[in-house]
């Protein structure tokens, strides 16, 4: 990791800058970036407009990165672009930028109007900033990635609003008045209107569906596609910035928006898996991600909660598993294909040492083989801790090919 947009720049720009042949919108913050991007996504393709998406990471394959009207590109025209992008780039250029110029330069030869990116952790020094963009939505900040963000919440929401792009509109659902002050400061800095979640719009569950209240639209009786009550947020952010898009000539009906939010997809995240017992895959890996998913299974069915559980590394793991481990009955410690993982055995001992009864299970595959059979046919196993754990258990679920690629 090396921060800066030089790097990136330089690249584009021998590319011949294929970022200006579409529109781009910005997703960043700590949690709920992704599925935002997707609602969003999801929303101007079905308006009749020709959209592409990059995230990261990927869940399964890394083709999952970059999509276009809803659908993973060809692994022969992905090579072909990476061929490209890695001889057009400099010297020192870093995992994260090459796929960031291939996902643009994607975009650019294959028609795109309308890209949605999704930054990396960070704002001000991430590869995505290097284009501007025409809408930013920054859903929440909380600690995480202290090491390189900041300590505070301040120091962290400075540096997610140091992608916004001077004089275009910002939407929101920060709540936290440190967070919160650090964006409008960054607004006024560079003349954005700030429109946040709770204020100019709002959206509410009434039952099993949400209601939406914005600048300009109301929509009532919303199904969101993607699982999960703290959706609401993430849903709502994807329509006030579909509103806001007007003012760049992208104008969205309430059709496509309602059609939007409910044919939204975004693997891992509060996805059920039926069968017996049945498996919640969630991609919860920091302490707000944690405290949601918990919210959510207080409020689910099962006689038994088995835990799976990889974490990686450099995260706080007690502050994730805190809030989950008064639900479960055991916990199977995995740790994941990666380098960085947490070994299984470290993390069991800290379960153990907050009281939960644990196993290091090994492998995900075997966590989840332990964790079906403790739990039983009425029980429900949740996969979570990170996104790589989350992606791996998926593959193995749906056998899948797994490709763990790290950035």
Known sequence: MKPGTERISRLLDSLNNPQDSFTSVHVAGTNGKGSTAAFLASIT???GCRTGLFTSPHLSRFSERIRIDGCEQAEES???????????APEGTTFFELVTGLAILAFAESGVKLAVLEAGMGGRFDATSAVPGAVT??????????????????????????????DRPVVTAVSQPEALDAIA????????SCYRFGDQFNAEWNGSLLEYRGMDISLDALSPGIGGRYQATNAACAIAAAELLT?????????AMRSGIENASWPGRMELVGGT????????????????LAAELAGMRHSRLCLVVGIMGDKDAGAILQPLLPLAEMV????????????????????????????????????????????????????????????????LLFHQPYEPIRG
């Open 185 to 192: 400061a960054a607004c006024i800095e560079r003349g954005s």
């Open 247 to 255: 003012g760049a000539g992208y104008p969205v009906d309430e059709r």
């Open 78 to 88: 992905i090579l072909a672009w990476a061929e490209r992008v890695i001889a057009a």
């Open 45 to 47: 393709n079905r308006m």
């Open 277 to 292: 017992p049945r498996i919640l895959l969630d991609g919860a890996h920091n302490a707000d991600g944690a405290r949601a």
């Open 332 to 395: 199977c410690a995995v740790e994941p294909s990666l380098e960085r993982s947490m070994p299984a055995s470290e993390l069991a001992g800290i379960c153990r040492g907050l009281g939960s009864h644990a196993v290091a299970a090994g492998s995900v595959a075997k966590g989840l083989t332990r964790a079906c059979t403790e739990a039983g046919p009425d029980g429900l196993v949740v996969v979570c801790g990170s996104l790589f754990t989350v992606g791996e258990a998926r593959s």
């Open 137 to 166: 939505i920054i859903t929440t900040v909380g600690l995480d990635h202290c090491r390189y963000l900041g300590s505070s919440l301040g120091e962290i929401a400075a540096e997610k609003a140091g992608i916004i792009t001077p």
